[in-house]
């Protein structure tokens, strides 16, 4: 498996995508970095405020509009999603490599299982129908309560890549 | 502020240790708050944004009010953070251009996030104007049992959410809002690329 990563990661840099991220294009890793920057804060801050609501700040909202942000939160996950994969294909050494990236992979994919948990027991639609004053169910809390948690592990962890495992 | 006050600032012991001793608490945990704090301000920010531009319109927008001590959280964090970063590598950032653009942005987005405070959220006027347009007997029945905001809030969401509220010059300040965040995030970003560097990202 590890002798696998490795062959795919040097077939990898080998390309001209690669190339292109790795210096061939001046301004494509600045770019990518501003970009992921950007996404970070567009999810962020809206999956942040539907997990802030159901944890009871700003209560006067009713549920079900609030979670029209959602989009615009996978919208921010869809543009790191994509410069993410292009800092990897860009130098995927110094990722394969990084306890850090480990992690962040890691508390994505608890991120991911969240998400999934709140769509797969049904908790979306309990959650739709709670009007404006009204407190979420205690499972919607603890989902919300993850998800804010992994979110920012995420992003501690995308930030010690540089510290942990001298990736740039 | 001569370079002479920079140079002893970056060379304090503080600052030698923030910017050298090569701890996980020392740069890299500031510049994670520092990261942390610019999604919760900008992030929040945004969402407002694009609930003034007309996004999940349904969610009543004088409720959202409460996440301007959200922002506000994400603005002391990082206006203290970013001084811990800003005199850890001050000769640098100091004379860097780009960090200039930064700062003009930040205030430039500050300045319209008061000003949204003000036009949406506290400005009275705003709000019965809003109320003027409704049948008289549903108005002064609702203000005598709640106060006028919460009158307002109900009254908002008995409009299915289809509100006149924001002026369209809220929705102005939304826009520069959008902008100059993402121009203050990306001369932040840039500052590791352009201008003056010692290699500190």
Redesign the interface.
């Known amino acids: 498996m590890w002798n696998e990563l490795l062959i795919f990661s040097k077939w990898l840099e080998t390309t001209r995508l690669s190339h292109l991220m790795a210096g061939g294009w001046k301004w494509g890793w600045?770019t990518c970095?501003?970009l992921h920057?950007?996404g970070?804060?567009?999810?962020?801050?809206?999956i942040?405020?539907v997990d802030?609501r159901m944890l009871g700040?700003?209560?006067?909202?009713?549920c079900?509009?609030?979670h029209?942000?959602v989009p615009?939160a996978v919208a921010g996950f869809l543009i790191n999603a994509i410069t993410g994969v292009l800092f990897f294909i860009g130098a995927p050494h110094q990722y394969i490599k990084n306890v850090a990236f480990l992690f962040k992979m890691l508390f994505l994919v608890v991120a991911g299982l969240n998400i999934l948990l709140f769509y797969a027991t049904g908790m979306l639609k309990r959650v739709e129908a709670i009007g404006?004053g009204e407190d979420a169910p205690t499972g919607a809390k603890v989902i919300s309560a993850v998800s804010i948690f992994s979110w920012?592990m995420v992003?501690?962890w995308g930030?010690?890549l540089?510290?942990?495992g001298n990736a740039? | 502020m001569t370079m002479e006050f920079l140079s002893w600032l970056e060379n304090t012991e503080f600052c030698t240790w923030i910017r050298g001793s090569g701890s996980i608490w020392a740069y890299p945990l500031i510049l994670t708050l520092h990261t942390t704090g610019m999604g919760i301000l900008v992030g929040f920010n945004w969402a407002l944004d694009l609930r003034v531009l007309g996004v999940a319109r349904q969610i009543p927008v004088l409720a959202m009010e409460k996440f301007f001590r959200v922002m506000w959280i994400g603005f002391w964090v990082n206006l203290i953070t970013g001084i811990v970063l800003l005199a850890a590598d001050a000769t640098t950032k100091m004379t860097s251009w780009v960090f200039g653009v930064k700062m003009l942005f930040i205030v430039l987005a500050m300045i319209v996030l008061i000003r949204m405070k003000k036009k949406v959220f506290t400005n009275p006027g705003v709000l019965r104007k809003s109320a003027g347009g409704l049948p008289v007997s549903a108005g002064p029945k609702m203000q005598t049992s709640r106060t006028s905001l919460q009158a307002v809030v109900v009254l908002e969401q008995s409009l299915d959410g289809e509100t006149q509220f924001e002026p369209a010059n809220a929705k102005v300040l939304a826009v520069l809002s959008l902008v100059f965040w993402a121009l203050a995030i990306t001369a932040g970003r840039l500052m590791a690329y352009l201008g003056p560097q010692t290699g500190i990202k």
């Open positions: 600045p970095e501003t920057f950007i970070l804060s567009m999810l962020l801050g809206c942040g405020v802030l700040v700003g209560k006067r909202m009713p079900a509009p609030v029209k942000l615009w404006p920012i992003l501690y930030r010690m540089p510290f942990v740039f």
